[in-house]
């Protein structure tokens, strides 16, 4: 039992990453906005905190915390302009956003440009990532069901209505966007923290669309849904691994075939998470 | 208590409301009506703050509010509801009068973060309020169904409670027994009154002509964006420019 889980160990903490990852869009999701900006938010959390640890000596806490505020803060005048797009649009301009921050990684000397930062000390564990997927999971609970959560809600379903109920819609979506940020950005600092490195290629598109793809195979219509789905998705391709290898066949193209087939049929099958999706563009 | 002066609204060359001036006091049923297109629920929309008027001024106890964003103008106690039903389709008949409460809620997150009982308390309060409201349009029954799955007489009504919830002093009613039953809309009618008499400002759109006469105080009549004429029922049915725009001049 020990020798399997020191085998899996970085799987456990990859499902924890993924899944602040996938709380993270799962944030916006909750109240009508398809954002995906994540990755960008991911990468500037990522460097913040590889930087500050590879030139000073501060105390994980703190860089963790400064990984999760400088995306945030750079959430708020992104989301004061895009918020007021809708549906794909929005999805459009904050996946420009992402590329704008890739680009401005791959480019920037001073974090060696495309290589990225490499040997970043080690800092991350499993009790750390998992402790701030439980105080992510924790929030998010909270929300629900309180004025606040009330409110979100009644964006996602009606925000014409939400406003003249009184509800700031665009200081509530732009709440959700600064925490999907905080989120991501604690995400990007626990992995640099745990892989030894940082690179710019970690944080493109597919990277969101992964984060996507969790949250809504998981399911949107409750909170602890994208961390089911980030679990689900982190551990499928290492169990057909596992498969694939008891049974004698070689991994590789089949593996991703059966992964690819058991995504559809989860879509297909279970679509809680898709009803809401549909009901958002309605 | 509600006054609009020369307010007007156009699009591109179309003016939708031209110059509209009426008022809307403390107490009374205000009836809008007018021929299809003349601007009701676009006037309905200028003081709502769902859009701004190109022209004139709305105010509330005397104070300018229009150009206000609709979630301010909702906050100074005007609330409403819409022709074409706007109910928050995925949560339930109670749950869309929770969201009407926004306004009336004092309950802080962090309250809520520390696992205070006070934050339990006042959402079991909230939702027992919201059932009241309902049971005031009949509904009371009904308070746990989805939205979605209300019949249309019902889901008018649980609009009606969402805007009762806010507790405002003007109130917007867009067409609010359009798809009922006579004796629903008998119902409406006496909760709109009652309404009235608790010190609320209704502003009424209706095409219901036997219900607008004997509901309204007073009435305004609408023809394209211009007020062609205004008084209590009796006055403005015996007005000949009123009968010449609803049954069409030759």
């Known amino acids: ?282 | 208590m509600l006054s609009l002066g020369q307010v007007s609204k156009a699009f591109g060359g179309v003016r939708a409301v031209d110059g509209a001036s009426f008022e809307v006091e403390k107490g009374e049923v205000h009836g809008l009506i007018g021929p299809n297109g003349a601007g009701k629920t676009t006037l309905l929309n200028l003081i709502s703050g769902l859009s701004q008027p190109t022209g004139g001024a709305i105010s509330l106890d005397g104070a300018r509010i229009d150009g206000l964003p609709a979630h301010r103008i909702a906050a100074k106690g005007i609330a409403r509801t819409y022709q074409n039903i706007r109910l928050f389709a995925g949560l339930s008949a109670a749950d869309n009068v929770v969201v009407g409460q926004y306004l009336q809620r004092r309950a802080p997150l962090w309250r809520r973060l520390l696992l205070l009982p006070s934050a339990r308390r006042e959402e079991r309060e909230a939702l027992r309020a919201a059932e009241e409201t309902l049971a005031r349009v009949g509904l009371r029954g009904r308070a746990h169904e989805r939205a979605v799955n209300l019949s249309y007489g019902e889901q008018r009504r649980v609009e009606i409670a969402r805007a009762l919830a806010a507790q405002p002093r003007v109130l917007l009613l867009d067409e609010p027994t359009a798809g009922m039953s006579a004796p629903e809309a008998d119902a409406v009618a006496r909760l709109v009154r009652e309404v009235a008499r608790e010190g609320c400002a209704v502003l009424l759109i209706e095409h219901n002509v036997k219900l607008v006469m004997a509901l309204c105080d007073r009435i305004t009549v609408l023809n394209f964006g211009q007020v062609i004429a205004r008084g209590s029922p009796s006055e403005v049915a015996k007005e000949p420019v009123v009968i010449e725009a609803y049954l069409g001049g030759a």
Request: proline letters at 4%.
């Open chain 1, 1 to 282: 039992m020990r020798d399997l889980f020191l085998a899996y160990q970085s799987l456990v903490a990859f499902v924890g990453i993924n899944g602040l990852l996938a709380l993270s869009v799962y944030a916006t999701l909750c109240c009508g906005q398809l954002s995906l900006a994540n990755a960008g938010f991911m990468a500037i959390g990522a460097y913040t905190g590889a930087l500050i640890t590879l030139h000073s000596n501060a105390p994980f806490i703190a860089v963790l915390a400064a990984a999760a505020l400088a995306p945030a803060l750079v959430a708020v005048p992104l989301g004061l302009p895009v918020l007021r797009l809708r549906g794909v649009f929005l999805a459009i301009a904050t996946i420009g956003f992402g590329e704008m921050v890739r680009l401005f990684f791959v480019n920037w000397d001073y974090t060696n440009g495309a290589m990225g930062l490499v040997a970043i000390p080690q800092r991350a564990g499993l009790w750390t990532i998992w402790l701030s997927l439980a105080v992510a999971l924790y929030l998010l609970a909270r929300v629900r069901g309180s004025r606040f959560g009330t409110a979100l809600e009644a964006i996602r379903e009606d925000e014409t209505a939400a406003r003249t109920m009184g509800i700031d819609t665009t200081a509530h979506k732009l709440a959700m966007l600064v925490l999907g940020a905080g989120l991501a950005g604690l995400a990007g600092g626990l992995e640099a923290h745990y892989t030894f490195m940082v690179a710019p290629g970690g944080y493109g598109f597919a990277r969101v669309v992964e984060m996507l793809v969790q949250a809504v195979v998981g399911g949107t219509a409750a909170f602890f849904g994208p961390v089911a789905g980030a679990a689900f998705l982190t551990v499928l391709p290492e169990v057909l691994r596992e498969a694939g290898s008891r049974l004698g066949f070689a991994p590789g193209p089949f593996r991703l075939l059966l992964n690819g087939l058991i995504l559809l049929a989860v879509i297909l099958y279970l679509p809680n998470g898709l009803v809401s999706l549909k009901r958002r563009k309605a």
